[in-house]
C-alpha cells in the first residue's frame, strides 16, 4: 500500500521534510514495481531509482546534523548504513530471483516501508526538534 505523506509524517524541518515527500514517492514506485509478477527489471529499475535519492538524502541530513552538533549523529549514521545495506540486500535478493517473490515483496515491507516510516517518527522528528530548539 502506497505511504501517504501526511501531518504525521511532517518533522517540522524544511529540507527534511521536502526531500521526504521525495524518498516516499520512489518508495512508493518500489513497492508498486514489486508485485508478483512484474518484470525482474522494472524492481530493480526501481530498486536502484529509490537507492539514488536515498544516498543523496542521508548525506544531506547527516550533514544538517553535523552541522548543528547533534550529539546523536553516530548512531543516526549506523541507522542510515542499515538500511542502505538492507536496499543493497534487496537487490542481491533480486538477482537470484526470477522476478520479485512474496519474500521480497515482504522484505521490501519490512525492511523498506515499515523501517522508513519509523525512522522517520523517531530518529527524524528529535533531528528536527534539536536543530529547532
Ligand atoms: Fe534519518
Given at each position: 500500500m502506497a505511504i501517504v505523506f501526511d501531518e504525521a509524517l511532517k518533522t517540522g524541518n524544511e529540507l527534511i521534510d521536502t526531500q521526504h515527500q521525495e524518498l516516499i514517492a520512489r518508495v512508493n514506485k518500489l513497492t508498486e514495481g514489486c508485485k508478483?509478477?512484474?518484470e525482474k527489471t522494472v524492481a530493480a529499475n526501481t530498486l536502484g531509482f529509490l537507492l539514488d535519492y536515498t544516498n543523496k538524502h542521508f548525506a544531506d541530513e547527516e550533514k544538517l546534523q553535523e552541522d548543528n552538533q547533534y550529539p546523536l549523529l553516530d548512531a543516526h549514521k549506523a541507522q542510515h548504513a542499515a538500511f542502505v545495506k538492507q536496499v543493497e540486500e534487496l537487490e542481491e535478493m533480486l538477482v537470484e530471483e526470477?522476478?520479485?517473490?512474496e519474500a521480497f515483496v515482504e522484505a521490501v515491507k519490512k525492511n523498506v516501508v515499515d523501517w522508513l516510516l519509523n525512522h522517520i517518527c523517531v530518529w527524524d522528528k528529535q533531528v528536527a526538534q534539536f536543530v529547532k530548539a
Amino acid at each position: 500500500m502506497a505511504i501517504v505523506f501526511d501531518e504525521a509524517l511532517k518533522t517540522g524541518n524544511e529540507l527534511i521534510d521536502t526531500q521526504h515527500q521525495e524518498l516516499i514517492a520512489r518508495v512508493n514506485k518500489l513497492t508498486e514495481g514489486c508485485k508478483p509478477g512484474t518484470e525482474k527489471t522494472v524492481a530493480a529499475n526501481t530498486l536502484g531509482f529509490l537507492l539514488d535519492y536515498t544516498n543523496k538524502h542521508f548525506a544531506d541530513e547527516e550533514k544538517l546534523q553535523e552541522d548543528n552538533q547533534y550529539p546523536l549523529l553516530d548512531a543516526h549514521k549506523a541507522q542510515h548504513a542499515a538500511f542502505v545495506k538492507q536496499v543493497e540486500e534487496l537487490e542481491e535478493m533480486l538477482v537470484e530471483e526470477e522476478g520479485p517473490s512474496e519474500a521480497f515483496v515482504e522484505a521490501v515491507k519490512k525492511n523498506v516501508v515499515d523501517w522508513l516510516l519509523n525512522h522517520i517518527c523517531v530518529w527524524d522528528k528529535q533531528v528536527a526538534q534539536f536543530v529547532k530548539a
